[in-house]
């Protein structure tokens, strides 16, 4: 099993459909995040969750929904979005007790096409 | 305003060679530098990082230095191979306030064989 795994791998949906993106991590850690990758721009950091609770919104808007139900899982909920909403959307772990050192650990990301 | 800047989105090397990419900053306050790659389809995975104490350091054919009062950093690798051919992306912390990852737009690596 890899470290951080995301699901599904691939989707596409309309500007009304609801759907979730999943993420589950195998490393033991309390801290995750989800990530926005447009091409062109850098990584945007959308969501944190340290030990099951959300310590960053980065000022995202309301139609993408995080979820954090334990500390291996986090999810994504999606509804109503936009054609520009289309991205690689990655989800990440890291220890969150000790020292900050940046270090993360990336799932292989949920391409989104919105049509 | 990007605080983190890769102003090279594309490099080419000729296997083993030296590649050497860059990154510029804006934010004083950064506490680590961190590198990632990434490749086709995956994540990207950490490679190398250094603190804002230091100048250089060295894991096997990567070194990364670090200039602060250039607000520079580079990634060297050598001798470059063709699995070095990914995405890299620069990317600094700030221990102090957010204690987020701003990360660069990147620079595509890719090393000729």
């Known amino acids: 099993e890899t470290g951080v795994t995301q699901t599904p791998r691939h989707l596409v949906m309309g500007m009304t459909n609801k759907k979730s993106l999943k993420c589950e991590q195998h490393?033991?850690?309390?801290?995750m995040y989800w990530y926005k990758q447009s091409a062109k721009k850098p990584l945007e950091l959308m969501f944190v969750?340290?030990?099951?609770?959300?310590?960053e919104n980065n000022s995202v808007p309301s139609r993408f929904s995080p979820e954090c139900p334990n500390s291996s899982h986090l999810f994504l909920h999606l509804h109503t979005l936009q054609p520009e909403d289309s991205a690689l959307y990655l989800c990440a772990s890291s220890q969150a007790s000790g020292p900050n050192t940046g270090e993360l650990f990336f799932g292989e990301g949920s391409r989104l096409t919105v049509l | 305003d990007q605080q983190v800047k890769q102003n090279s989105p594309s490099l080419s090397v000729q296997e083993g060679r030296i590649s050497i990419l860059n990154c510029d900053y804006t934010n004083s306050m950064f506490d680590y530098f961190l590198w990632y790659k990434k490749y086709p389809a995956e994540g990207p995975t950490f490679l190398i990082s250094?603190?804002?104490?230091?100048d250089k350091n060295e894991d096997g054919r990567f070194t990364v230095f670090l200039n602060k009062s250039a607000k520079h950093l580079s990634l060297h690798i050598v001798p470059s191979q063709p699995g070095d051919s990914a995405v890299y992306f620069c990317?600094?912390?700030?221990?102090?306030?957010?204690?987020?990852?701003?990360f660069g737009t990147g620079t595509r690596l890719t090393i000729i064989p």
């Open positions: 969750y340290s030990l099951e609770e959300r310590v």
């Open positions: 990317a600094a912390l700030s221990n102090f306030g957010n204690e987020k990852l701003t």
């Open positions: 490393l033991g850690h309390n801290a």
């Open positions: 250094i603190s804002s104490i230091k």
